[in-house]
């Protein structure tokens, strides 16, 4: 079946560090894929997406590449602020609108 | 535009209590999703609507939870009687349907905790 596998966390970093948090899926065919990022107290928002292999999701900072050959789909940005730490959710959508979640990477930011 | 709309954000109850969960999707998203999240753990569907029809309902336990969607817009979500290990945040989400139109957006979710 379709499933997502996240770093585990927690993480943690130092203001202006470089992130990175590993996703990889298993999934028949070709899903799209997504990041959410969940801040404390608040409902879980779209960081960015790709819908097929070698396109790049980007928002706020933030990128990812969709790799179909190694199915991954890790976060990375280049310089971590206090203001980005929260809850990130890798998630891919296989047909018929569902979601599946990885389980969740909690990363902090000290400044 | 308003986001998805959810009520109540938090509620305390005691088990074998009934407990009822409200929300408002974005207006016009025709697709609308009741997701579970444990502590620690990423969402999981409970159940799909289309309009008003459900059309995944596989992981709701039909036992004890219920759930409608009239007239297509708002959708409630019940659970009769509830137990200790309901105790979760109970997710919303809406989506416009279409193939290329995938992106879900969610609500601020309602935390139950069932004592």
């Known amino acids: 079946g379709n499933s997502v596998t996240q770093m585990e966390g927690p993480v943690t970093l130092s203001e202006e560090a470089f992130l990175t948090i590993n996703c990889t899926y298993t999934?028949?065919?070709?899903?799209?894929l997504f990041w959410y990022v969940q801040y404390p107290g608040e409902g879980l928002q779209l960081l960015l997406k790709a819908t097929k292999a070698d396109d790049k999701g980007s928002n706020k900072g933030f990128e990812a590449t969709y790799r179909k050959e190694t199915t991954s789909f890790h976060l990375e940005k280049g310089s971590v602020q206090v203001s980005d730490s929260a809850v990130y959710f890798c998630?891919?959508?296989?047909?018929?609108?569902?979601?599946?979640f990885g389980q969740g990477t909690r990363l902090t930011i000290n400044p | 535009e308003a986001g998805v709309v959810q009520s109540p954000r938090y509620k305390i109850i005691e088990k074998k209590q009934p407990v009822a969960f409200w929300c408002n999707p974005i207006s016009g998203h025709n697709t609308l999703y009741w997701y579970l999240q444990n502590l620690g753990q990423g969402p999981e569907l409970l159940i799909r609507?289309?309009?008003?029809?459900?059309?995944?309902d596989s992981q709701l336990p039909k036992d004890r939870f219920s759930a409608e969607r009239l007239k297509g817009v708002d959708s409630t979500l019940k659970i009769q009687p509830a137990e200790l290990g309901d105790s979760a945040v109970y997710l919303c989400?809406?989506?416009?349907?279409?193939?290329?139109?995938?992106?879900?957006?969610f609500g601020p979710g309602t935390r139950l905790t069932v004592l």
């Open positions: 989400a809406s989506s416009l349907e279409g193939p290329s139109t995938d992106t879900q957006y």
């Open positions: 998630a891919l959508n296989r047909g018929a609108q569902k979601l599946v």
């Open positions: 609507y289309e309009n008003e029809e459900a059309v995944d």
């Open positions: 999934a028949t065919g070709y899903p799209s």
